[in-house]
Structure formats: structure tokens, C-alpha cells
């Protein structure tokens, strides 16, 4: 068995030397292997299995991990992640008020770049235009720092950018055809299974920082009245709930990737054609709401600058840009 369990504690060994058996490993073997007693053995035993690990015990065949515990601490992320720089320091809370507050914070001490803030349980949560973010257990809320070396008006961007690998990662992990509602909804079954808030600190012209707070509907299985015909989840689409740090580890992944060709140009050009083969909305007629007025045009799609590309009955074509209107699908959410 190989060794790689530098700098893990006592118990991350043993949780170790589980998973990398596929049949029973004996406790003799566990003493030996780490120097410990029998009953030391058994106690991190129990303390495993008190954090949700399924583990067997046989005499005279020793323990046996069958099953795995959905959490999306850091070791659990890390056993999935392949990213250069993104996610390669996570933060964790079981619980907390946002993680969109504790990013912010990390950003005013200077943590370091592609800093993750990942937490099970959100009592302040926050969506748009100052709406709680209901945030109940089993779902993933996170919040990405970064520090783009963009203009200002660049930085609503990293919006879309955030919407792309979503709903890559989740096709990817779950099948689930999910799209984009322009311009950082992703949807599935014509319902949302993700937010997304970015919020930064700037000054007159540059970012000193950037948080992108996301939060994805996973393994919650009800909604409240007033959001139940427009809020779905993972578990609800597929009929089986999904293993977390994966689905985090997938999304840290096409972030990166994506993230990396917007600051290549500073813009969505080398994105813009996949936003749209995502857009839910393209080629479809959608209401436009601006100023308390209503006007039904055809979404074509979104440019480099990630402004949405309108079309009226008669050809003419503007842009409409997130934040200054709001755009609904004529028969329901999208």
C-alpha cells in the first residue's frame, strides 16, 4: 500500500487505508501500519462512523468502508479536483451567514487568488437585488475570490462565465439538460437549480476583488409555496441525490478553464458562441421589462460584452444590458 498520508491526522490514515482496500483491512494491519493500540483504532473507528462513514466490522477480518458520507469539506473536494490554481485553498463551515461575506472578508486581508468559501448550511444567504437566498442542508453554497486585472465594466462578466460552468458541471455529473436563463440562471426542466450573486470592491477604475457567490439546488427535496413552481433540484430531476464535493470539484474545473478565455481577451469572445448554444432563451420570444414597460422580442443571442442581442417583428435588433432591465419568458419563468 502506498504511502500518502503525509500530514494527515490519525484518523485521515485509517479513513486512508479504507479506501484504498476494497475488501476488509485488518486491525492488526492498522496498528502496525500507524503504531497504535487496538482501542485506539476502535475509537477513530467510531468517530468515522459517527461523521456519516458506513464502515463494517468482522471478526477476524477487521473493517470494511462501505459507504461514504455526502460532505463537501476540503479533503472531500480535493479527492476529485484537477485544477491548476482554482480551489487549491478551500475554506469550510458547516454553518455561517453567507459565504459571499466570508469571501469578501478574506479579500480585504489578501488571501490568496481562486480562494474557495464552501458551507453546508447559509442563515443570511443573499440573492438579488438584496433577496434572502433560502439556504437550507444538502445543497452546495460557495463563493470563488479572485482578482481579475480588468476594467470595471468588465467584472458583470464573470457572471456568465460562473452560469457556463455550472451547467457544465452539472451535465457532465448528472446528465441533466441544463441551460442558461439569461444571464446567470441555470435552469432544468424549465425550472432554477442555480443562483448566482457576484459582488466586487473597486475603485475608480480597476477590481481590487471579485466574489462569485453560487448556490445550487442538490439534494433538497421540497420547496416552499412561494418558489416550488420555479426552484428545482438535482435530486428532484434525476430521482437520486448527488455526491457534492464531486459536483463542486466539476464546477471548479470548468471555472477555471472558462474563466481563464475571459481574461485572455477581457471579454466573451472566445465564449460567447457556447453561452448561446446554453441559452435557453435564444431564438425564443421573451418579454422585456424596463422601466415598468413591457415589449415581446425575439432573444437572438448574447455578444462579447455578454449583452443580450434582441430582435423586434421587424428585424430591427438592439442590446439590452443585465441590471438595467428584465427578461422573462412570455408563458412562465423562462
Known sequence: MSDNNTGKTTKEKILSMLEQSRDYVSGQDICDSLSLSRTAVWKHINTLRAEGYEIASVNNRGYKLNGMPDIINEKCIRDHLHTKWLAQNVIYYEETDSSNNKAKQLGEEGEKDGT?????????????????????????????????????????????VAAMAVSEAVREVTGI???IKWPNDVVAGGKKICGILTESSTDMEYIQYVVVGIGINCNQKKFENEIKDMATSISLETGKDVERAKLLAKVFEHFERYYTLYLETEDLSKLYDRYNELLIN?????????????????????????????????????????????????????
Open 116 to 160: 474557495v468559501v464552501v458551507v453546508d448550511r447559509q442563515t443570511a444567504g443573499k440573492g438579488r437585488r438584496g433577496k434572502n437566498w433560502i439556504s437550507p442542508a444538502g445543497n452546495c453554497y460557495f463563493s470563488i475570490l479572485l482578482y481579475p486585472d480588468v476594467r470595471v465594466d468588465r467584472a458583470s462578466m464573470v457572471t456568465l
Open 282 to 334: 435564444k431564438d425564443r420570444d421573451v418579454k422585456i421589462i424596463e422601466n415598468g414597460r413591457e415589449r415581446i422580442m425575439k432573444a437572438i443571442g448574447i455578444n462579447e460584452v455578454g449583452a443580450l442581442i434582441v430582435e423586434d417583428s421587424d428585424g430591427r435588433q438592439e442590446t439590452v444590458i443585465s441590471g438595467e432591465v428584465s427578461v422573462r419568458g412570455l408563458y412562465g419563468y423562462v
Open 177 to 179: 439538460d441544463t441551460r
